[in-house]
């Protein structure tokens, strides 16, 4: 008699060959009782916090048939307080197809928030396993729109620069990276040590002087020059007090000022013609012209 896998033997009694059939048969491990068995990765899945109306990044269920037989999936859906706010997406065989033992798929669900606050709903997975339908809890934070400043790039350094001359202007992209109204709240300006050796400049897209709202996704430029008065080591930044969050954000200036050089000018090289020659006189430069006083004789 050949054994289904997992046995080790199997007790005959005389006059019972209909019950030990009926054993083999019922036996779980057997070849005729196989049943199929559902692993989830997870059993909950806690989303960060999300901005309203803002998808998040997808996560992931892997769900394996552990178990001897085909597991028939019928149906994987979300339920719950928050339907609305959770989604999944999945590779998993519907019945009449189904999960070979040890064959495994993915669910990924994503955190849309609607409104505001702790929200919370569940994956339900339907099938022939024990313990139908198997739940994955969900849970999510969902925040109010906001502004969120990004800056390009983050820091501006201006090398060499001779003292007592502007250099070129450097530019700061200032971008609304947020899904709400940027308000600068006053003059975006320059502070540190070296406030004085470094201005704003205007440019092409520059950011308005004073007060300005800037939309989600837009954008306007910061024009910086470096015009140090003595040389050395200078650094400064860039202020922008605003309503997002980390305000006031700051922009890192630095630049080393060079001290100027005295340099002798070279005496001009050529050759010159004398007033009243006929041009066949020609002195090879360089010349140097001299002065000698005379006495004057009648």
């Not at 706010?85 to 009449?96: I, R, V, W």
């Not at 606050?117 to 934070?141: H, R, Y």
């Not at 400049?201 to 002087?209: G, W």
Request: proline fraction near 8%; aromatic fraction near 4%; glycine fraction near 10%.
């Amino acid at each position: 008699m050949v054994l289904a896998p997992g046995f080790k033997y199997v007790l005959f009694v005389p006059g019972c060959r209909l019950l030990a059939a009926a054993l083999l048969m019922a036996t779980g491990n057997g070849a005729w009782g196989a049943e199929p068995q559902i692993t989830l990765s997870a059993n909950q899945l806690n989303f960060p916090a999300q901005i309203q109306e803002t998808p998040s990044a997808q996560q992931l269920v892997v769900v394996t048939n552990s178990g001897q037989a085909d597991l028939a999936i019928t149906g994987i859906t979300i339920s719950g307080e928050n339907i609305a706010d959770f989604a999944q997406t999945n590779n998993c065989p519907m019945a009449p197809g189904a999960l070979a033992p040890r064959a495994r798929c993915e669910i990924r669900v994503t955190f849309s928030p609607t409104v505001t606050g702790t929200l919370s709903a569940a994956v339900n997975i339907a099938d022939n396993a024990s313990g139908s339908p198997q739940t994955v809890s969900l849970k999510g934070v969902a925040t109010a729109p906001g502004a969120v400043v990004s800056f390009a790039p983050a820091s501006l350094a201006f090398g060499n620069q001779p003292q007592g001359a502007s250099s070129a202007a450097l530019v700061i992209d200032l971008t609304n990276a947020g899904s709400g109204t940027l308000n600068i709240n006053s003059e975006i300006s320059i502070n540190r040590p070296a406030s004085g050796e470094f201005h704003i400049q205007t440019v092409k897209n520059s950011c308005p002087s004073g007060t300005l709202q800037l939309a989600p996704k837009a954008s306007c430029c910061i024009g910086v020059v470096f015009a140090p008065p003595t040389p050395g080591v200078k650094s400064a930044q860039v202020l922008i007090v605003d309503d997002a969050p980390g305000s006031p954000q700051s922009i890192e200036l630095s630049g080393t000022a060079t001290q100027q050089q005295n340099i002798l000018k070279s005496e001009p090289s050529g050759s010159a013609t004398l007033p009243g020659s006929t041009g066949a006189d020609v002195f090879p430069g360089p010349l140097k012209w001299t002065c000698q006083v005379r006495a004057l004789t009648r």
